[in-house]
């Protein structure tokens, strides 16, 4: 059974830190690009930031770059996101995604992310 599991969210001050932790099972994880989308009330999915199997390409979106970051251990079978610098903003649902060269694709639950003085 072929699971994503998201955990590491909840409700922080601006300017506080988080880490995002999605376990993966059921599925190869090694051989998938992983990433991390957000959804905000009212808005689109917008995509956080991209891994690929090795770690050897990353990406993120303009709206996070030198506060998030995202990793993966793959002996793990795990994909974090460390979000600094929070801010109001960044409230959001936050999912993982896993998707494989050949199209094969899942997704995680989500978790909430709320940011609040």
Do not use: H
């Not at 090694?30 to 050897?56: D, F, H």
């Not at 002996?75 to 199209?103: F, I, P």
């Amino acid at each position: 059974q072929v699971q994503l599991v998201e955990s590491g969210g909840g409700s922080v001050q601006p300017g506080g830190s988080l880490r995002l932790s999605c376990a993966a099972s059921g599925f190869s994880f090694s051989v998938y690009t992983m990433r991390w989308y957000r959804q905000a009330p009212g808005k689109e999915r917008e995509l956080v930031a991209s891994i690929s199997t090795y770690g050897t390409s990353i990406s993120y979106a303009d709206s996070v770059k030198g506060r998030f970051t995202i990793s993966r251990d793959n002996a793990k079978n795990t994909v974090y996101l460390q979000m600094n610098s929070l801010k109001v903003e960044d409230t959001a649902v936050y999912s993982c995604y896993a998707r494989a060269d050949w199209g094969r694709d899942y997704w995680g639950q989500g978790t909430q992310v709320s940011v609040s003085s």
